[in-house]
């Protein structure tokens, strides 16, 4: 059996790389232990661009923030013939939002997945709980080291109990070292030492222990209490060591230099050993209740130290049943008596010792070591008996939700952007919103006959019948005061009015509306004439087409159309060369609309000019953005322009994707071949993580949709073109997700 393994790896200071270290080297000897055939890798992760000496073990190093490096790494592993990629799990270690890169390397690789997590979050951000929830869906069993784990792994993110492993922090086997061997340090005879260690920060709570000290060197003036440790690297960068020097300077202000000994300096295993079984109380004072595990916990039980803690959620499990005492937060006089009770008692002392090392005799790193390789040996037995060795990528479609689109529409209509989900009245509204929000309200009316939808109905169609002016041209903004900007829109937001106004000429809700949206299309069909852009044509050909769908003998509507497809197909023509089968000399935005409307076209004339030119467009739109099996949309960052190969793949916007469905619908409902069908599933779940970040821009939380892809996270605005996008896709995707009768 090959593994390889992926994390921080020593001489990387810090408590992951100490961690990896000895879980490797603890499965290497438990493979030779029982005479296993078994070889381990090592794959190391670098921060910032810093270059470590690493041992022959590492094969390959990935820089943090570097995303080509996670995909090297993924392309190393699937050439090496490892059989199991072991995964060290870490917010901060892995570069993007929350770590987000490292999905890439994972969703790449062909091999089972078993990943240890370190931290697990009863309150994640969106990023951090996406991230994790990917993380589990790429891994055959995860790993975790507290029970409390498993019931937030289970109700929080969603991850079945049948995934998740217990697999206790390792420590040092202390019951193979003889205490005649310890070598107490000189300043340490002849005192009674209370000993905290690890990287040091303000989340550490030492302060709370040298405010107690007093109160106990009172009683026991022989109390030595030892910081062991540098502080960690990240507090360095952004703090320098100010942290210890308050702790420096709090124990001089108390008069207790000569109680306190500050050992400033990393240690080897065999050092912190020495020092464990030399003291007498270990104390972890540490802040944040939410910490899941606690490896210095553990090594100081492995250790058979009396433990005294504040009741974080790894201690509150380790020192159940009496094998620890607790103390709360911040609680200097608590643990005064808790100490001086313990200081005033040497046999209650020797007892709680026992009782510590005995249970964490269950600790010593052979015995994790072997608990690994079974783990391992059942990943890759459900891994080949169930997935073979294929990954699939699997979403529960939500059925549509109002709630965010309720947030964001006022009496006046859809407000235009948000602030995360605050609506931003600063912005105003704007006509292209209010349209597209009105043509998805209509559809979803139609199917459920749902009277939210009547009222979201009659706001937008209002909203929409202010902006028309007399001569039948839209102004397109409105500000959040009623007062409008511009006297005549652009092409774009004008074919959207006409596109809602077709669909409500299609589906109104009642006879009143139906008359108003005829006599505002008519005036508006005056204005065709003058679109100049590829945009507003395919967006006026979209309400032609719902106009005709619901009368389909008017030849001069359909004559209409046919005028609009006809540009479309000329602009095609104009900018069509080899290599370049597009309707402009750039692809940009809303791209899917442009044959989409074509595909319309055709249905309703049966051109088959229209049918080729949209054919011809859609496969080579596809072979940009739909090559690796997911939907890769053109980022607006950078167009796609027709002399230069090269396109940015951020910022990638829900409108795209929307677009895509689009398509995909309009081109199965004109040739009825199967295969559209499963394209606008895989376009459809651009949304929830089937793209090139595996996030989802769909937020189950607030039931709104995030503002779109950038490079290293999702953009967590969300306003109402996205979510309209995400709703409109929801919207048409529905009738293909549903199981067959």
Not at 227 to 243: C, F, N, R
Not at 636 to 657: C, F, G, M, R, V
Request: proline content about 4%; glycine content about 6%; hydrophobic content about 40%.
């Amino acid at each position: 059996m090959k593994i390889i393994c992926i994390g921080n790896y020593p001489p990387r200071k810090c408590g992951i790389a100490t961690f990896t270290e000895n879980l490797v080297k603890s499965i290497i000897q438990a493979a030779t232990d029982h005479s296993l055939n078994l070889e381990v890798e090592v794959i190391a992760m670098n921060d910032h661009h810093q270059q470590y000496d690493y041992p022959g073990i590492v094969k390959l190093t990935i820089n943090d923030q570097e995303k080509e490096d996670y995909i090297r790494a993924a392309n190393f592993i699937s050439a090496s013939g490892a059989d199991l990629c072991l995964f060290q799990h870490e917010y901060g270690i892995y570069g993007g939002d929350s770590g987000l890169l490292i999905l890439g390397l994972l969703k790449r690789i062909k091999i089972p997945v078993v990943s240890t997590f370190h931290t697990v979050l009863l309150n994640p951000s969106f990023h951090q709980k996406e991230v994790l929830i990917r993380i589990a869906d790429y891994s055959e069993k995860i790993v975790i080291m507290n029970s409390m784990a498993i019931g937030f792994l289970n109700e929080v993110y969603g991850i079945p109990l049948s995934k998740i492993v217990k697999i206790e922090h390792g420590v040092p086997d202390f019951g193979r070292l003889s205490q005649a061997k310890v070598n107490r340090p000189k300043s340490w005879t002849s005192r009674t030492v209370l000993l905290t260690f690890g990287l040091i920060g303000r989340n550490k709570g030492i302060e709370t222990v040298i405010k107690a000290l007093p109160y106990i060197v009172k009683k026991h003036p022989g109390v030595l209490y030892v910081i062991l440790g540098k502080t960690h690297p990240h507090v360095v960068k952004y703090a320098g060591e100010e942290y210890r020097e308050y702790l420096e300077g709090l124990t001089h202000e108390l008069g207790l230099d000569e109680h306190v000994e500050f050992l400033d300096q990393y240690v080897s295993e065999e050092e912190l050993t020495n020092y464990l079984l030399a003291s007498d109380i270990y104390i972890t004072p540490y802040l944040n209740k939410a910490q899941i595990t606690s490896g210095t916990l553990c090594y100081a039980m492995g250790g058979g130290s009396a433990v005294v803690s504040t009741p974080y959620w790894h201690a509150e499990e380790l020192l159940a049943e009496g094998r620890g005492r607790l103390f709360d937060f911040k609680d200097y006089r608590a643990l005064t008596g808790v100490l001086n009770d313990l200081l005033d008692n040497p046999a209650e002392l020797e007892t709680l010792k026992q009782r510590t090392y005995n249970y964490g005799l269950r600790f010593a790193w052979p015995k994790i070591g072997l608990k690994y390789i079974s783990t391992f040996e059942g990943a890759i037995h459900d891994f080949n008996e169930i997935k073979g060795i294929c990954k699939p990528f699997t979403i529960n479609f939500p059925e549509i939700n109002l709630t965010h689109l309720e947030r964001l529409t006022n009496d006046t209509g859809l407000i235009q952007h948000a602030n995360g989900i605050v609506a931003d009245y600063k912005t105003g509204y704007c006509l292209d919103d209010n349209a597209r929000a009105l043509i998805a309200c209509l559809i979803a009316f139609k199917r459920t006959d749902d009277e939210r939808y009547y009222a979201l109905i009659y706001k937008y169609f209002t909203l929409l019948y202010y902006l028309q002016n007399e001569d039948g041209s839209f102004k397109n903004y409105l500000t959040y005061r009623r007062n409008t900007t511009e006297e005549v829109g652009s092409d774009d937001a004008f074919g959207r009015a006409v596109w809602a106004l077709g669909a409500m000429v299609r589906w109104s809700p009642c006879d009143s509306m139906f008359q108003v949206s005829l006599d505002l299309m008519h005036r508006a069909t005056t204005h065709f004439e003058k679109l100049q852009y590829a945009r507003g044509m395919a967006n006026c050909v979209f309400g032609l087409y719902h106009y005709i769908k619901r009368f389909p003998d008017q030849e001069r509507v359909i004559k209409m159309l046919s005028e609009l497809s006809d540009k479309l197909v000329r602009l095609f023509h104009e900018n069509s060369k080899e290599g370049w089968l597009w309707f402009e000399p750039s692809i940009t935005y809303d791209n899917g609309l442009l044959p989409a409307a074509l595909y319309a076209a055709f249905e309703i004339t049966e051109k088959p000019e229209y049918l080729d030119v949209a054919d011809q467009t859609r496969s080579f739109l596809e072979n940009k953005c739909l090559a690796n099996e997911q939907l890769t949309l053109v980022g607006n960052k950078t167009w796609w322009l027709s002399h230069h190969a090269e396109s940015s793949n951020y910022a990638q916007q829900p409108i795209d994707a929307m677009a895509m469905v689009l398509l995909y619908d309009m081109a199965y409902q004109a040739t009825k071949q199967i295969e559209y069908i499963e394209k606008l599933k895989i376009c459809y779940s651009w949304f929830f993580g089937l793209n090139d970040l595996n996030l989802p821009l769909y937020d189950s939380q607030t039931h709104g949709c995030n503002d779109g892809l950038e490079e290293m996270g999702v953009n967590r605005n969300q306003g109402a073109e996205s979510l309209i996008a995400y709703l409109y896709s929801n919207l048409l995707a529905g009738p293909y997700l549903k199981e067959p009768e």
